[in-house]
T-cell receptor, first 111, second 114 residues
Framework: SQQGEEDPQALSIQEGENATMNCSYKTSINNLQWYRQNSGRGLVHLIL?????REKHSGRLRVTLDTSKKSSSLLITASRAADTASYFCATDARGFQKLVFGTGTRLLVSP | NAGVTQTPKFQVLKTGQSMTLQCAQD?????MYWYRQDPGMGLRLIYY???????DKGEVPNGYNVSRLNKREFSLRLESAAPSQTSVYFC?????????????FGPGTRLTVT
């Protein structure tokens, strides 16, 4: 069964708007990662947040982690058409090398 | 650097046929992984290799075998393909250390079993 569940499954916004996607997981973790997948391509690592961190920034990305609620959110500010992709969270709940991926959020950013 | 490469990009098999998916990385990473991605399911770990000479099962290992040929190469073999193995297969690698867990992915192999 999937450890992570992303919400929403799909998100459609205009360029310049912010996009927020959420990830929930079921068991304790040491870290949580976010990946992006462009259509027909492999995944690309975006950011990692550790269980003792609450918030992390990288460029236009902001990730939060709430271990008490077992949830994380990824915020992309000032979205661009090039941000159109699927976004996946991944946790190490089964071991630091046994990443468990969520089902993903499909983001469409229209010009 | 090419990163992680996979061959072939596409493959169509008949039920019962066998094939090997090849993966190579040029980043000198110690760990390598095989995942499958099905629509609406995210990625699921099939097998991984923490280091050269070791392999371990992931979440969905049934019907697959792997070989860590050397530090660079990690192959996935389907001995007798089944329609349920129709999927996109991704290889990944990482240099696992005190602060590094990022995985680097190949472009994928799209496999159809008829």
């Amino acid at each position: 069964s999937q450890q992570g569940e992303e919400d929403p499954q799909a998100l459609s916004i205009q360029e310049g708007e912010n996009a927020t996607m959420n990830c929930s997981y079921k068991t304790s973790i040491n870290n949580l990662q976010w990946y992006r997948q462009n259509s027909g391509r492999g995944l690309v690592h975006l950011i990692l947040i550790r269980s003792n961190e609450r918030e992390k920034h990288s460029g236009r990305l902001r990730v939060t982690l709430d271990t008490s609620k077992k949830s994380s959110s990824l915020l992309i500010t000032a979205s661009r058409a090039a941000d159109t992709a699927s976004y996946f969270c991944a946790t190490d709940a089964r071991g630091f090398q046994k990443l468990v991926f969520g089902t993903g959020t499909r983001l469409l950013v229209s010009p | 650097n090419a990163g992680v490469t996979q061959t072939p990009k596409f493959q169509v098999l008949k039920t019962g046929q066998s094939m090997t998916l090849q993966c190579a990385q040029d980043m000198n990473h110690n760990s390598m992984y095989w995942y499958r991605q099905d629509p609406g399911m995210g990625l699921r770990l099939i097998y991984y290799s923490a280091s050269e000479g070791t392999t371990d099962k992931g979440e969905v290992p049934n019907g697959y075998n792997v070989s860590r040929l050397n530090k660079r190469e990690f192959s996935l073999r389907l001995e007798s393909a089944a329609p349920s193995q129709t999927s996109v297969y991704f290889c990944a690698s990482s240099q696992v250390g005190l602060s590094s867990y990022e995985q680097y992915f190949g472009p994928g192999t799209r496999l159809t079993v008829t």
